[in-house]
Structure formats: C-alpha cells, structure tokens
C-alpha cells in the first residue's frame, strides 16, 4: 500500500508525519513557510487515514489564511509589502564612508 503524497516517515523516530508548503502568497499571514503535522501513528494504513483528515484540516486553514488576507486587503490597500534586504537602506554604523586623509 502506498503512503499518500504528503505523508512521510519522520527519520529518527519511524512516526509518520504530514508535511505540505505553505503558499507564498499566504506565508506572511500564517507565519510559517511549511505546516508539518504529527499523525502520531507508525502505522501506514492508519496514516493514510489520518493524513486525509489532516489535508482537510490544511485546506480549511488555507481558506481562512486567504479570507483574513483578503479582508486586510481591503483595508489596507496603501499598504506596501516589506522591501527586501537588497532594498532596505543600511543603518548609518554600515554605511561606506570615505576615509578622512
């Protein structure tokens, strides 16, 4: 029997665990790159099981990450997103300054 897409076997303990990518777009409002799941089971049919209800679970958090982003949309729309490092300025202690002679 095969184990489901994001279900896999933790390393070091053999518990299975379910494991999915948070989207990009919604890493911002649920704090997190990846949602890993313990499916407290060594066992691969009740893992099965259990990663099904976890993907559930997944999804209804995913429909809610993206109800609350559309909501702070709507209020926000003068918000920019935060720069990146390349973009930011630096502090004045890192700034180049030319030597005085």
Do not use: C, H, V
């Given at each position: 029997m095969r184990v489901m897409a994001h279900v896999e076997l933790h390393p070091k303990s053999g518990v299975f665990?379910?494991?999915?990518?948070?989207?990009?777009?919604?890493q911002a409002v649920v704090?997190?790159?990846t949602h890993y799941e313990s499916?407290?089971?060594?066992?691969r049919r009740l893992a099965n099981q259990r990663g099904a209800e976890a993907d559930a679970r997944?999804?209804?958090?995913?429909?809610e990450a993206r109800q609350k982003l559309a909501a702070s949309?709507?209020?926000?729309?003068?918000?920019?997103?935060?720069?990146?490092?390349?973009?930011?300025?630096?502090?004045?202690?890192?700034r180049w300054r030319p030597t005085k002679p």
């Open positions: 665990q379910y494991r999915r990518r948070i989207p990009t777009d919604l704090g997190r790159k499916l407290k089971t060594k066992d997944f999804e209804t958090m995913l429909k949309n709507g209020q926000n729309a003068q918000a920019r997103p935060r720069p990146n490092r390349r973009e930011r300025p630096l502090p004045s202690s890192r």
